[in-house]
């Protein structure tokens, strides 16, 4: 089991930008592929973001191509999520996970694939 804690959350005007990290501890991260999820209020949890390994393949739902990117240190032991042109919708609880390793897109994006899950950091765009 990897342990997963999330921070940079926070309150941002539509427009803005925020980088959440997600450090991880207990096991070698980089045997882990990463992924970033949301949910917001009254809806299922959602893929936002995945990485594999090393980095070699990346992954995001629709809804944030051109906006977010997902990025990974594996000597920080630590995932990246970098948001920009945030708008209201992105508002939600974002939460990094840990899976086995994939370099499949429908790996990454699949939230039953993954098996240890951080406490999440609330993001919040105002309009």
């Known amino acids: 089991q990897v342990q997963l804690v999330e921070s940079g959350g926070g309150l941002v005007q539509t427009g803005g930008s925020l980088r959440l990290s997600c450090a991880a501890s207990?096991?070698?991260?980089?045997?882990?592929?990463m992924g970033w999820f949301r949910q917001a209020p009254g809806k299922e949890r959602e893929f936002v973001a995945g990485?594999?390994?090393?980095?070699?393949?990346?992954a995001y739902a629709d809804s944030v191509k051109g906006r977010f990117t997902i990025s990974r240190d594996n000597a920080k032991n630590t995932v990246f999520l970098q948001m920009n042109s945030l708008k209201p919708e992105d508002t939600a609880v974002y939460y990094c996970?840990?899976?086995?390793?994939?370099?499949?897109?429908?790996?990454?994006?699949?939230?039953?694939?993954?098996?240890?899950w951080g406490q999440g950091t609330q993001v919040t765009v105002s309009s």
């Open positions: 207990g096991r070698t991260f980089s045997n882990y592929a």
């Open positions: 990485i594999s390994l090393y980095g070699g393949t990346t």
């Open positions: 996970a840990a899976r086995s390793p994939t370099t499949l897109i429908m790996g990454l994006m699949n939230a039953r694939s993954y098996a240890d």
